[in-house]
């Protein structure tokens, strides 16, 4: 397996490319990125009219997921649940959804504005049992063996450190708990000099890594029973050319994937 080292990446600046992205499209929603946001992309992802319309529109206009996680079916009724990169909340509630509200889900983000739109989001569906913490992906704010499901939506690809960020979600699931995880892969590997720039990290693109050496990382991490159940072209509806240029270019893709620990 290769992989670009943590150590050689500006770490503090890409999450700050990733944050001030983040930021813009929980402020600005209308405003077009280089990748799909909002309702539009939620439907082409296949989340369910049903499933939006009972949420709150302010939630939906900033989500920008790269993918359909609960196609996985893992959240029972009753499970604790963290959302990794919960955004304006649109998982963390259909998770809260699912749980019911014998469950509990953690929402954890690391942009201020997600956190406080989300928060919003939150009571207005009136969810009491979805909480959010303010966090990343490699250092969850989360104890050990502390939740039954991980779901997560296109964060691991922004993640430098990928290994740490695997190993994390092993430590807080429970023996037997399960992940359904949508992000972006490739199919050729990214020039170490493009891997350098933050500001490419926060386009989705640049941090990700090939889908063999993705499943390794999932994999080394302690997961068991790995499927790939979707295959998505999610950079297809990007508004931007060169963008749809360049994920063509790379195959970058969507990948949504189930695992469990053992």
């Known amino acids: 397996m290769s992989t670009s080292s943590p150590a050689a990446l500006d770490e503090a600046s890409i999450f700050d490319a990733v944050q001030e992205m983040y930021e813009d499209v929980a402020v600005t929603p209308t405003e077009e990125f280089h990748f799909p946001t909002g309702r539009s992309s939620c439907l082409y992802l296949g989340y369910p009219e049903e499933v939006l319309d009972a949420l709150p ?62 928060k919003t989001n939150i009571r207005e569906a009136g969810m009491d049992h979805v909480d959010l913490l303010e966090g990343r992906a490699d250092d969850l704010p989360l104890d050990d063996a502390s939740v039954d499901v991980l779901t997560s939506n296109g964060v691991f690809n922004l993640v430098p450190d990928k290994e740490t960020a695997f190993r994390e979600a092993y430590r807080v699931l429970r023996p037997g708990g399960r992940i359904q995880i949508a992000d972006i892969v490739l199919s050729k590997p990214v020039s170490e000099e493009s891997k350098a720039n933050p500001e490419l990290w926060a386009e989705c693109i640049v941090g990700a890594e090939p889908e063999e050496v993705y499943l390794d990382l999932v994999h080394s991490a302690g997961f068991e029973d790995i499927a790939v159940i979707d295959r998505l072209d999610y950079f297809a509806r990007s508004s931007d050319k060169s963008t749809r240029k360049v994920a063509e270019g790379l195959g970058a893709h969507t990948i949504v994937l189930t695992g469990r620990k053992p």
């Open 57 to 118: 529109n302010r939630a939906v206009e900033s989500f920008a997921g790269v993918g359909y996680p609960f196609l996985a079916d893992a959240i029972e009724s009753g499970d604790t649940v963290v959302d990794i990169g919960s955004g304006s909340g649109v998982d963390a509630m259909i998770a809260g959804r699912a749980t019911g509200p014998e469950g509990l889900v953690y929402g954890i983000d690391m942009t201020p504005a997600m956190i406080a739109k989300a």
